[in-house]
Nanobody, 115 residues
Framework: QVQLVESGGGLVQPGGSLRLSCTSS????????MGWYRQAPGKERELVAT???????NYAGSVEGRFTVSRDKTKRTVYLQMTSLTTEDTAVYYC?????????WGQGTQVTVSS
C-alpha cells in the first residue's frame, strides 16, 4: 500500500512563504501527474497546481505567479513553494499522484495564513 506523506504546513503571516513537500512511501511506476489540491472550510476541494510528463504545469488562476510546483527526478516527491500568501490561501492542502491505475492522496496538511 502506497502512502503519501505531506509536510511543511503551518501558520504564517500574510505576505509570508511556505514550502510543502509530499513524498511517497515507495517509487510508484507509471505516474503521469503529480499535484496539489486544497480545501478551505465550507468549500469544495479545488486544484492548486499540477505537474505532468513533459514538465507540463498547470496552476489555478488564484495562485499563478505566487506558487511554484516542482518534483524530484524519481517522482517520489512533489513540492509546492508558496509565496505572497494571503488569508484566502488558508486551507488543508492535499497532494495527489495519478497514473493509469488510479490515484493516491496524502492525508492533508493545514496551512493557515493569519496575522
Amino acid at each position: 500500500q502506497v502512502q503519501l506523506v505531506e509536510s511543511g504546513g503551518g501558520l504564517v503571516q500574510p505576505g509570508g512563504s511556505l514550502r510543502l513537500s509530499c513524498t511517497s512511501s515507495r517509487i510508484i511506476s507509471g505516474i503521469k501527474v503529480m499535484g496539489w489540491y486544497r480545501q478551505a472550510p465550507g468549500k469544495e476541494r479545488e486544484l492548486v497546481a499540477t505537474i505532468a510528463d513533459g514538465a507540463n504545469i498547470n496552476y489555478a488562476g488564484s495562485v499563478e505567479g505566487r506558487f511554484t510546483v516542482s518534483r524530484d527526478k524519481t517522482k517520489r516527491t512533489v513540492y509546492l513553494q508558496m509565496t505572497s500568501l494571503t488569508t484566502e490561501d488558508t486551507a488543508v492542502y492535499y497532494c495527489q499522484m495519478r497514473g493509469p491505475w488510479g490515484d493516491y492522496w496524502g492525508q492533508g496538511t493545514q496551512v493557515t495564513v493569519s496575522s
